[in-house]
Structures are given as structure tokens and as C-alpha cells.
């Protein structure tokens, strides 16, 4: 019991988060391999980021997010009024201090409400190589308030809740649900 929390305050250290049970959060998924960039200098736009780690950008309204939040503003003249974007270009995230961090994340549901399908009960390794920022068109564009109608939890535009946009290739990993999830997640070493 000793060896096991003196390792987790280590892990806590090198990884700069406090140590902590898992906490709850949502996942979105995302392919990475369609981006041309990430917000995190040094990592490739892959979905995965070494054996059996999958790429992951955390919301900055994230209660685990450390830094200060993204730049830019949610600018409506963005959005065409039906989802999406029409100038997608991202915000800087200059000071996204998680860069390079992993996290276990485990389903525990689905975020839809979805009844046919379920949870595999795995645990995957994901690492913070992306932001996914409430002032990225491709994000804000989406929600009601600028004519989608994607629910904001659903898009790294609710305040308060830890969000995860996690690699397309880690789904079926993850559960058998088409939508996305409600997950644990927990800090780990890469």
C-alpha cells in the first residue's frame, strides 16, 4: 500500500497533476489523422501516440486543464447558422501545460443515452497531444446558441465538466455504443 501511493504522489509530480481517484468526464472522439497540426509542439496529428496510447486533446473548460485557457472569442460571423463552421481556423493554445500527460479513461455509459450497446469494461491510455477549445468555431459552431444542434457537453462547450475528445480508433476499445461516452478518467504514467 505504501510503494503503491508513494508511486501515484511520484506520478503525480512528474506529471504535475494532484494525485486523485478517477474523475468523471465525457468523451468525444475525433480523428487525428485528418488534422494537419495539434496544439501540442512535437507531437504528430496521429491517432496513435505510441503502442497501444491513443491521441487525446482535453476541453479547456475542463476542470484537469492546466494553463490558461485558449485564445480567441466565439465569434457568430464564424458559424453559417446550421452546425458549421465557415472560417474554422483554431485559436492559439499557447499555455496548454498537459501536453504530453496520459490518463487511463474507462466507459462507464453512454452520453446519449443509447440502450442498445455497452461498455467493454477496458481501460485505455490516452495522451494530451490537442486542445479542444470552447473558442474553436468547430467547436462553439455546433451548439444551439449559434444555430447547430449539437448539446454543448457534447462539443467542449460545457463549462465545468472534464472532456475528452479521444481518438476514432480507440471507440470499439472503449464500448460497443455508436455515440459518445461517459468515462473515468485517472492521471498515469506514459
Avoid: Y
Wanted: negative net charge.
Amino acid at each position: 500500500m505504501f510503494f503503491t501511493l508513494l508511486a501515484a504522489a511520484v506520478l503525480a509530480v512528474i506529471a504535475n497533476i494532484e494525485p486523485t481517484e478517477a474523475v468523471a468526464g465525457v468523451s468525444t472522439f475525433n480523428d487525428f489523422g485528418t488534422q494537419s497540426t495539434v496544439a501540442c509542439a512535437g507531437f504528430p496529428p496521429t491517432n496513435a501516440q505510441g503502442s497501444g496510447v491513443f491521441a487525446a486533446a482535453m476541453s479547456d473548460l475542463s476542470p484537469l486543464w492546466q494553463g490558461a485557457k485558449c485564445q480567441g472569442t466565439q465569434d457568430a460571423s464564424k458559424c453559417n447558422g446550421r452546425g458549421s463552421c465557415v472560417n474554422c481556423v483554431g485559436p492559439a493554445c499557447p499555455d496548454e501545460e498537459l501536453c504530453g500527460t496520459c490518463f487511463n479513461v474507462k466507459c462507464t455509459g453512454s452520453l446519449d443515452g443509447e440502450t442498445s450497446g455497452a461498455c467493454t469494461g477496458r481501460t485505455i491510455k490516452v495522451k494530451i497531444v490537442d486542445a479542444c477549445p470552447a473558442t474553436h468555431p468547430a467547436n462553439f459552431c455546433k451548439i444551439p446558441q449559434f444555430g447547430g444542434t449539437i448539446r454543448p457537453i457534447e462539443a467542449c462547450e460545457q463549462p465545468g465538466v472534464n472532456a475528452l475528445d479521444i481518438a476514432t480508433t480507440a471507440r470499439s476499445a472503449l464500448s460497443t455504443f455508436q455515440g459518445n461516452l461517459d468515462i473515468d478518467i485517472e492521471p498515469t504514467s506514459c
